[in-house]
């Protein structure tokens, strides 16, 4: 079966410091990944997704850029925090089968992020 | 623009009920999928069901249930014998086609439930 995990689960970071989240996805060959932030009590708000290796798309501009280094692994990196990036991060897996439109995303266990 | 709107911030029911959430998303698109997720406290995020739209028979999933109603862009939750593992932010979401093919979730900004003993 396929798992997702994320590390760490939660960061304390000063303003102003570099960040770095890590995603990894087992038992499954070339998933789609997605970084997601969630601000408290609300929603989620898509950030990054890629399709492959080294291919990131970015749905918001933003103080944070992603990669792909490897098949199932997924780093949500930042140069300088700034105090707005704190939230809940979440990443995210999702397999498109042939035939169409089936491509349900599952969660990991996200990341606590505040920046102090 | 497709949107998703969940119209209850909060609700609350005895351990044991039935309750439904509502949703609705506005689309042009004919073909696409809906999904409920469930964050409970530990903010893991759970797919609960999934719709596809093209289907016209309601998805079931144990306790869970769906009634779409697709004409009226509706996508609502029903809970059966409500438990209080079911307390969780619940969060409707519509998936949507992007310009390199791939899809991105859109999410209304959830319904918290709370299941009473």
């Known amino acids: 079966s396929q798992t997702i995990h994320q590390w760490p689960a939660t960061l304390v970071q000063p303003v102003g410091s570099p960040l770095s989240l890590e995603c990894t996805v087992e038992g499954t060959s070339n998933p789609n990944l997605y970084w997601y932030r969630q601000a408290a009590g609300r929603g989620l708000q898509l950030l990054f997704y890629s399709v492959g290796i080294g291919q990131i798309s970015s749905e918001v501009p933003q103080n944070l850029s992603a990669s792909r280094p490897q098949d199932r692994q997924f780093i949500l990196s930042s140069k300088k925090l700034l105090l707005s990036d704190s939230g809940f991060y979440l990443c995210?897996?999702?397999?498109?089968?042939?035939?169409?439109?089936?491509?349900?995303?599952?969660f990991g266990p996200g990341t606590r992020l505040l920046v102090l | 623009a497709q949107t998703v709107t969940q119209s209850q911030p909060e609700m609350s029911v005895q351990e044991a009920e039935t309750v439904t959430l509502s949703c609705t998303y506005d689309t042009s698109e004919s073909n696409y999928y809906l999904f409920w997720y469930k964050q409970p406290p530990s903010r893991q995020m759970i797919l609960v069901i999934r719709?596809?739209?093209?289907k016209q028979q309601n998805a079931t999933e144990n306790r869970f249930s769906v009634n779409f109603q697709k004409a009226a862009k509706s996508f609502s939750l029903k809970i059966s014998d409500s438990q209080l593992g079911d307390t969780a932010m619940y969060f409707c979401?519509?998936?949507?086609?992007?310009?390199?093919?791939?899809?991105?979730?859109?999410w209304g900004a959830g319904t918290k439930l709370i299941i009473k003993p």
């Open positions: 995210a897996w999702s397999v498109r089968l042939a035939g169409g439109l089936q491509e349900t995303q599952y």
């Open positions: 719709q596809e739209a093209y």
């Open positions: 979401a519509f998936m949507k086609l992007l310009m390199d093919s791939n899809y991105q979730l859109i």
